[in-house]
């Protein structure tokens, strides 16, 4: 069992992050190489400064808010919630004094950044059961969804039983020697990463998010890198 934690928590995060960047970057590549689109894919009247409307497009999701509110309101509050992820993510490594403008304790949210993300991908997993958007939807989808919702239940997991329910054996000190380790290529796996009652879920945790790595340049995830230069076009 030691030796399947220790390949998913140190081989497999290297594995999952190159096959992301590497990945992602020969898919960028791929699309800049493509030959250009004959018509334009500007829509008029054109409206300046190009540059903000092409911004509030990409983070303000304008269509979706006119069309379909209810959706827009999970869009927004998923992906303001995924900001939160990344810095939460970040600073499992160390405290960044940029970060604690608001001072917090490390996980930030008191464990409601998980809990927000998982309704909200419960939300966008079960609107896809329903007519037309289930007629819209590809295996890919609920795959990525059900995916994601693994990754988030997982994680948010240790952060509840830590906070809510004051289990203390996993600390945070504890990933910052572990996520350290792998940062700076001497893997060190401490001792109640891999021997206490909560190893398994760090484990499961980050094997679902090395296959969410692995698959993303492949996806349709890829939008989150496309979607600004996309309707920077469209905005002339
Ligand atoms: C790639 C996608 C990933 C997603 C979507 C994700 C998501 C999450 C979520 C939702 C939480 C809980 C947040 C909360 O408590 O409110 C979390 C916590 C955590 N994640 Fe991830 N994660 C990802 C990747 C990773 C990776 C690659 C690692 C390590 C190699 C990792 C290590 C952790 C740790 C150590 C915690 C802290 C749990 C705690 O506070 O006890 N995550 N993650």
């Known amino acids: 069992m030691q030796t399947v934690y220790y390949i998913v928590l140190v081989p497999m995060v290297y594995v999952a992050f190159a096959v992301f960047f590497l990945g992602t970057a020969i898919r960028i590549v791929k699309i800049l190489r493509e030959p250009k689109n004959p018509s334009t894919l500007q829509i008029f009247p054109e409206k300046q400064p190009n540059w903000l409307y092409a911004l509030s497009d990409t983070f303000f999701f304008p269509t979706v808010r006119r069309h379909k509110p209810v959706l827009w309101v999970f869009l927004m509050t998923f992906h303001v919630a995924l900001l939160f992820l990344i810095i939460g993510h970040v600073e499992l490594f160390q405290e960044f004094k940029i970060f604690q403008i608001i ?24 609107r896809r059961f ?17 995916l994601l919702f693994l990754i988030v239940i997982f994680g948010s997991q240790m952060d509840w039983a830590r906070r809510w329910y004051e289990y203390g054996e996993l600390t945070v000190e504890d990933y910052q020697v572990y996520l350290n380790s792998l940062l700076y290529l001497k893997p060190e796996l401490p001792y109640n ?16 998010a090395n296959l969410f790595l692995m698959f993303f340049p492949f996806s349709q995830l890829m939008h989150s890198f496309l979607a600004l230069p996309m309707n920077k076009l469209r905005r002339g």
């Open 103 to 126: 001072p917090h304790e490390v996980f930030l949210g008191k464990g409601f950044v998980g809990l927000i993300l998982a309704i909200t991908l419960l939300f966008f997993l079960f």
């Open 130 to 146: 329903k007519s037309p958007t289930k007629e819209l939807s590809v295996p890919e989808d609920y795959f990525l969804l059900i």
């Open 193 to 208: 990463v891999t021997f206490t009652g909560h190893s398994f879920m760090l484990v499961l945790h980050v094997f679902f």
